[in-house]
């Protein structure tokens, strides 16, 4: 019966942080608010996308494509970004834009960014969980560190490719642009990435490596709420607005 409750306890606190952040970006939709129903499906394609960047970063993995623990700034470079950010963004990209495909509910710019999260949390909900019960004598202190950092770092990535996504579904921006949708998530999480796996390395520049991580996660903060206060403005100024491909 004990253990029953720990593991579920565990499991409240691994998904706790990423309910909280799909409610608060619900809640900041105040024209409008998506269908419960809706952002419940895009959290369950981001669980189902964790369990797809699994299997590609095994496949990585086996095939030593990438190492588990680098010990050079190069290395830890290439594990983030190839290991991790861009395989990671990517199936949550391929899960976001068949959801929003002719999605009728997908009629304010806010709109992409809401979808973007609740597919991040997906993902982040489930890849907490996996974290905590691999380090299951020591869950509550890595529980809190994910719930300040790894979560809302993926609530970040995920701000900033629904923003983009928005823009280039509205034809705000040329369809060049469409690039961004990834690759400004993918910079955003491998860079977050390196700082984490270079400070924790303890070489003698972990100091200024972690007051970088923590400058940069700041940054990435301050970026993603100017991203919301922008759709936000964009949809009270375009209430009539209509997608690139229906106008």
């Not at 890595?142 to 490719?161: D, L, T």
């Not at 579904?169 to 977050?192: E, K, N």
Request: aromatic share 16%; with cysteine.
């Amino acid at each position: 019966m004990a253990e029953n409750m720990q593991l579920t306890i565990i499991i409240f606190a691994a998904i706790l942080p990423a309910f909280l952040l799909v409610l608060y970006i619900w809640l900041r939709d105040k024209y409008q608010r998506e269908p419960i129903t809706e952002v419940l499906k895009a959290v369950g394609l981001g669980i189902l996308s964790a369990f797809m960047a699994v299997l590609v970063e095994g496949f990585f993995q086996g095939f030593g494509i990438v190492s588990e623990n680098p010990t050079t700034l190069l290395g830890a470079a290439w594990n983030a970004f190839v290991g991790a950010a861009i395989p990671e963004e990517s199936v949550k990209l391929l899960v976001l834009a068949l959801f929003l495909r002719r999605n009728r509910y997908f009629d304010e710019r806010f709109d992409g960014i809401v979808y973007a999260c609740a597919v991040g949390m997906g993902f982040a909900g489930t890849e907490n969980i996996v974290y905590l019960f691999s380090n299951i004598n020591e869950w509550e202190t890595v529980a809190i560190q994910r719930a300040i950092f790894a979560v809302p770092g993926h609530f970040m990535f995920a701000v900033a490719m629904g923003y983009f996504y928005s823009l280039v579904y509205f034809g705000d921006v040329s369809w060049r642009m469409q690039g961004r949708i990834l690759w400004v998530p993918v910079l955003l999480h491998g860079v977050y990435d390196v700082l984490l796996m270079m400070a924790n390395v303890g070489t003698m520049l972990s100091g200024i490596l972690i007051a970088l991580f923590y400058a940069f996660c700041f940054m990435m903060f301050r970026y993603g709420r100017d991203n919301i206060k922008k759709h936000i403005q964009r949809d009270e100024n375009d209430p009539n607005q209509v997608a690139f491909w229906r106008k």
